[in-house]
T-cell receptor
Framework: AQSVSQHNHHVILSEAASLELGCNYS??????LFWYVQYPGQHLQLLLK??????LVKGIKGFEAEFIKSKFSFNLRKPSVQWSDTAEYFCAVNFKAAGNKLTFGGGTRVLVKP | GAVVSQHPSWVICKSGTSVKIECRSLDFQATTMFWYRQFPKQSLMLMAT?????????EQGVEKDKFLINHASLTLSTLTVTSAHPEDSSFYICSASSRPQQTQYFGPGTRLLVL
């Protein structure tokens, strides 16, 4: 079965530090890739997505992600985090062979200390 | 754009009663809506996929007679938890997309507590 894994369950870092969250997915042919963020008490919001083209995708709030097909990875990065980036981050993959469904990773809770 | 709402945002009910949760796409037509369940400190688990005007497709292990889904229009889907029990207490989230395999936009979720 298709699966998505996020390597870190919790990340704690200070403001201005760089952030990288890992996301790997099982082989499943053609994929669409997403990162969603869930701020405390709020609903899931789309950070960025990759469907095709340039594998380096820029999203909102200074986030970017790189699709490396050979590694089945779609890691999320931000060069300098802010306290307001404290949230839970979810990687999600649409395996086209599975139709419209999204498969979510387990999520990574990020705490940015002021 | 791409706003999805859910109602109610939270509900408390007695065991054995039924609860209906609404999911609406406010500014786009959603050909497909999805229902997820999120347990505390866990990720989202897809329960079912519904396409407007057709029967929902349920994930393995999800009881279709317990979780009734209706997608009667391009802007509204409902999830009814029938004969709710305490183990049904959870956070239920819907999402909607306007085209197959395109971006899903998520609602704010409904927290259900069954006493």
């Amino acid at each position: 079965a298709q699966s998505v894994s996020q390597h870190n369950h919790h990340v704690i870092l200070s403001e201005a530090a760089s952030l990288e969250l890992g996301c790997n997915y099982s082989y499943g042919g053609t994929v669409n890739l997403f990162w969603y963020v869930q701020y405390p008490g709020q609903h899931l919001q789309l950070l960025l997505k990759y469907f095709s083209g340039d594998p380096l995708v820029k999203g909102i709030k200074g986030f970017e992600a790189e699709f490396i097909k050979s590694k089945f990875s779609f890691n999320l990065r931000k060069p300098s985090v802010q306290w307001s980036d404290t949230a839970e981050y979810f990687c999600a993959v649409n395996f086209k062979a599975a139709g419209n469904k999204l498969t979510f990773g387990g999520g990574t809770r990020v705490l940015v200390k002021p | 754009g791409a706003v999805v709402s859910q109602h109610p945002s939270w509900v408390i009910c007695k065991s054995g009663t039924s609860v209906k949760i609404e999911c609406r796409s406010l500014d786009f037509q959603a050909t497909t809506m999805f229902w997820y369940r999120q347990f505390p400190k866990q990720s989202l688990m897809l329960m079912a996929t519904s396409n407007e005007g057709s029967k929902a497709t349920y994930e393995q292990g999800v009881e279709k007679d317990k979780f009734l889904i209706n997608h009667a229009s391009l802007t509204l889907s409902t999830l009814t938890v029938t004969s709710a029990h305490p183990e049904d207490s959870s956070f239920y989230i819907c999402s909607a997309s306007s085209r197959p395999q395109q971006t899903q936009y998520f609602g704010p979720g409904t927290r259900l507590l069954v006493l």
